[in-house]
């Protein structure tokens, strides 16, 4: 329905993210287009940020590698624009993919605002949209190359999802797309500061290689809805099992990458050591209960961190070699 520009509406709005007793919003109409429910899209949004928490680990990897390529002198309006618009296109694009995820989320009983019936898909789709389009601003505005990388992701995320490509149902693409992106991610840093350096590749390396174990493990934790839906993840392509035994000697490869650079400390082969070490132990542990789907979550947040600890130790190497040469 069209309303005049001039009316204002009020009604009883009950918000569905947060129940509450209904209170009264105004509905604020212009020229002919119903511009509504402002509170409705801003509880969107912050239900995506509560359930995507694994998107932090993408702004862990760009500012990892701006602090290592700008050799801790970091400007602090460039970090902000790098993690903000980092974060933006990497929600953005979980959110894109849960409008075309629906079948097998409501088989998995993800928690999810459009498999609740709490979020319209057209409304998760405009809200995708604006973060694309305002992480996109803010990447481009630090230099031509992390412009190019975020176009490149933005691309990377729409291919992944759409329906008329759809990487993510193609065997090995969903595996190598999000690698793929956690690998832009660790190198923005260095292209924002123009020093794309050794060490900054190492870190996009792990991060390309870490996503070899942490995007199957989503996908073993959504095995039985990606089986119904036809999805052609690794799980469901070669079985879990096998699955499971391609991840496990990432670990050991990561560590050998580490020990492989010069000036490497005590205090960073020691955090890559335990890192790795935890993370071999938890995917034998999956290996053994992969049908614990609370194993499997469990196993996914600790590796989450262990990812993280084998950064923080390629900056300790870093601080290190730069020590050395003082």
């Known amino acids: 329905m069209f309303y005049n520009i001039n009316r204002v509406d009020f009604i009883s709005y009950h918000s569905p993210f947060f129940p509450r007793k209904g209170k009264m919003i105004p509905l604020i109409y212009k020229q002919g287009l119903n511009i509504r429910w402002f509170t409705y899209y801003l509880e969107c949004i912050l239900h995506y940020i509560r359930q995507r928490s694994q998107v932090y680990i993408f702004v862990a990897s760009a500012l990892l590698s701006l602090i290592i390529a700008s050799k801790g002198i970091v400007e602090p309006m ?17 959110a894109y993919n849960d409008i075309t995820d629906t079948l097998a989320d409501r088989i998995n009983k993800v928690n999810r605002a459009i498999v609740r019936g709490k979020a319209d898909d057209k409304v998760v789709k405009r809200i995708s949209i604006a973060l694309f389009s305002i992480g996109m601003a803010l990447l481009m505005h630090i230099n031509l190359y992390t412009a190019i990388i975020a176009l490149l992701c933005t691309i990377l995320a729409v291919a992944y999802s759409h329906p008329r490509i759809n990487l993510k149902d193609r065997f090995p693409y969903k595996t190598l797309v999000n690698a793929s992106g956690a690998g832009f991610a660790a190198l923005i840093g260095g292209f924002a500061v123009d020093d794309l350096n050794v060490n900054v590749i190492m870190l996009a390396v792990i991060s390309f290689l870490f996503l070899f174990i942490l995007a199957p493990l989503g996908d073993i934790q959504d095995y039985e809805g990606d089986k119904a839906a036809g999805k052609r993840t690794f799980p469901v392509v070669l079985g879990v099992n096998a699955t499971i035994a391609m991840m496990l000697p990432i670990p050991f490869v990561v560590t050998l990458l580490l020990l492989t650079k010069m000036n490497i400390s005590m205090l960073s082969i020691a955090v890559t050591s335990i890192a790795n070490t935890v993370s071999t132990i938890i995917l034998l542990l999956v290996y053994k209960r992969w049908y614990d789907k609370a194993i499997v979550k469990m196993s996914r947040h600790v590796l989450r961190l262990m990812y993280v600890m084998n950064q923080i130790s390629i900056l300790l190497s870093v601080r290190t070699g730069a020590e050395e040469s003082v």
């Open 78 to 94: 460039l970090a902000i624009k790098l993690a903000v618009g980092t974060y933006l296109i990497s929600l953005a694009t979980y």
